[in-house]
Structures are given as C-alpha cells and as structure tokens.
T-cell receptor, first 111, second 113 residues
Framework: GESVGLHLPTLSVQEGDNSIINCAYSNSASDYFIWYKQESGKGPQFIIDIRSNMDKRQGQRVTVLLNKTVKHLSLQIAATQPGDSAVYFCADPNYGQNFVFGPGTRLSVLP | SAVISQKPSRDICQRGTSLTIQCQVDSQVTMMFWYRQQPGQSLTLIATANQGSEATYESGFVIDKFPISRPNLTFSTLTVSNMSPEDSSIYLC??????????FGPGTRLLVL
C-alpha cells in the first residue's frame, strides 16, 4: 500500500535558523501534496500545498520543494520562530478520496 | 476557510460507555471526515460522512463501533461505542474545502479509564 513517511521524527533548531522537514512518498501517481502544522492541543492547520507540475512553491517564510524523481518533498521554514514549534505532517490527498498522512515531525525551536 | 468546532473538547470516560462527539461547520460542505489520532502518532481516517447517505468506513473501522450521523450539510456526529482504554485518542473532524484540501476541527481528546 501507499506510505508517506518522514526521514526524521524530531527536529530541534535554533531560533532564527532555517528548518527543513522532509517527507518521502511511495505512490508515483500522486500529483498533489499538502503540509499541515499541528500545534499542541489543536487540529492540523493547512500551511502550503504543491502540485506535481511544480518543483517549488513559496509562501510566507515557507517553501515546499518537490522532487518527483526520488518521490521526496520538503518543507523549508525560514528564520524559524518559537511560534513554529509544532508537529508537521505531509499529506497526500489521494485525489480527495483518502488522505494519507505521514507520521509527522516534531519541530522544537530553541531560544 | 471554514470554521469548525467540536464538542466536547475533551472527556474522560469509563470503560464500556459510549461518547458522542459533535462537529459543527460554519458553512455548508458536502464531505465531512472523521479521523483518529492516537498519542504521538499521525492521523488515521475512520470514515467519510456525506449528507443523505451512510458513512463510508475505512478498513479496520466498523459502524457498530463508530456510528456516524450526518443530518445536514453543516453538522455531523461520531459515537465511540462500548469504549475501552485502546480508544483513548484525539478524534478530529475535517471538511472538504475543495481542490482536494481539508480543514480540520480542533479535536476531541478522549481518555478511557
């Protein structure tokens, strides 16, 4: 079956540094991915998405990169702030039929 | 984006009892989803709830254990029946926001003793 997984389950970064969270997927037919941020005690919050016709998409302080050749995507957070501390999930909506979520990466921002 | 609320936000329940979780959306949506998130883990889809039809359950989840109602386009309930400690989880509802995106409610934290 399909899997969407992460290379690192936890990530600690210094405030002000850039963060990179990785995600691997197995379904080569997947054409759309979403990154969610889940803060403690809250539901997942949509951050940014990317379609397979793009290699890169930028938002406010966040950038998602997609490498279809190796089935890998990453979320980059620039100038990481304490408010970025959360668990980050990549997700494959699977054409809206059955979301597949990665296991999540916990990002801890150190002062 | 849709505003989604859930009730209760948390509960502690005794083994063998049942709990009904409510999910309210501030706009009409076609598809609503229920997820379970066990401690320290990712989200697992329980079922998809469309108004006017029976919910569609994912493998490993059955209607007798997790009955779902979807009486209108802004509301749904999930019941966790005959609870055991293994049912202790966060239960989240989400809605189809179009373009294959989903928005999530804040979750209901359930502890079964």
């Amino acid at each position: 079956g399909e899997s969407v997984g992460l290379h690192l389950p936890t990530l600690s970064v210094q405030e002000g540094d850039n963060s990179i969270i990785n995600c691997a997927y197995s379904n080569s037919a997947s054409d759309y991915f979403i990154w969610y941020k889940q803060e403690s005690g809250k539901g997942p919050q949509f951050i940014i998405d990317i379609r397979s016709n793009m290699d890169k998409r930028q938002g406010q302080r966040v950038t998602v990169l997609l490498n279809k050749t190796v089935k890998h995507l990453s979320l980059q957070i620039a100038a990481t702030q304490p408010g970025d501390s959360a668990v980050y999930f990549c997700a494959d909506p699977n054409y809206g039929q059955n979301f597949v979520f990665g296991p999540g990466t916990r990002l801890s921002v150190l002062p | 984006s849709a505003v989604i609320s859930q009730k209760p936000s948390r509960d502690i329940c005794q083994r063998g009892t049942s709990l009904t979780i409510q999910c309210q959306v501030d706009s009409q949506v076609t598809m609503m989803f229920w997820y379970r998130q066990q401690p320290g883990q990712s989200l697992t889809l329980i079922a998809t709830a469309n108004q006017g039809s029976e919910a569609t359950y994912e493998s490993g989840f059955v209607i007798d254990k997790f009955p779902i109602s979807r009486p209108n386009l802004t509301f749904s309930t999930l019941t966790v029946s005959n609870m055991s400690p293994e049912d202790s989880s966060i239960y989240l509802c989400s809605v189809d926001a179009g373009m294959e995106t989903q928005y999530f409610g804040p979750g209901t934290r359930l502890l079964v003793l």
